[in-house]
């Protein structure tokens, strides 16, 4: 390697060791309690977003809440084939709530994405009735 440019190529792999744990987003996996219950409270760094996961069987409903101290675009989807399903969608929401009646086998993802410039704290339950 040229001397001249080892410096560069130093700085420029120094700055993604540095970057790359910001760059990473909130990928967690669902793990009920006794009761079918699962909280959860994180924070949500701007242009960033957080994602909850798990695989559900036909005829579970999954009854979800959530607040925020900010307004995140929020929605629970799942992947068939190559497209991507969206039983709830909602833009622009602090705090919601419903049930999600799953109707196929699938990896569900409930997911909340945060626009604006500061991190938002959030904090949210799922009460799964198998």
């Known amino acids: 390697m040229n001397s ?18 910001r760059a990473k987003a909130e990928l967690i996996q669902v793990t009920w309690d006794a009761n079918g219950r699962y909280e959860h409270q994180l924070t949500v ?3 960033k977003f957080a994602e909850v996961c798990d695989r559900l069987k036909p005829g579970a409903q999954v009854q979800w809440t959530f607040e925020g ?3 995140m675009n929020f929605n629970i989807h799942y992947h068939e084939d190559k497209a991507v399903r969206f039983p709830a969608k909602e833009d622009g929401s602090t705090s919601s709530k ?5 109707t196929s086998e699938q990896v569900y993802c ?16 799922l009460v799964k009735q198998p």
């Open 4 to 21: 001249k440019r080892r410096p560069f190529y130093f700085l420029a792999t120094a700055a993604l060791i540095v970057a790359a744990p």
């Open 45 to 47: 760094a701007p242009a």
């Open 69 to 71: 101290s900010a307004p």
């Open 98 to 102: 419903g049930t999600l009646n799953v």
């Open 110 to 125: 409930w997911t909340w994405s945060n626009k604006g410039q500061a991190d938002v704290r959030l904090k949210l339950e």
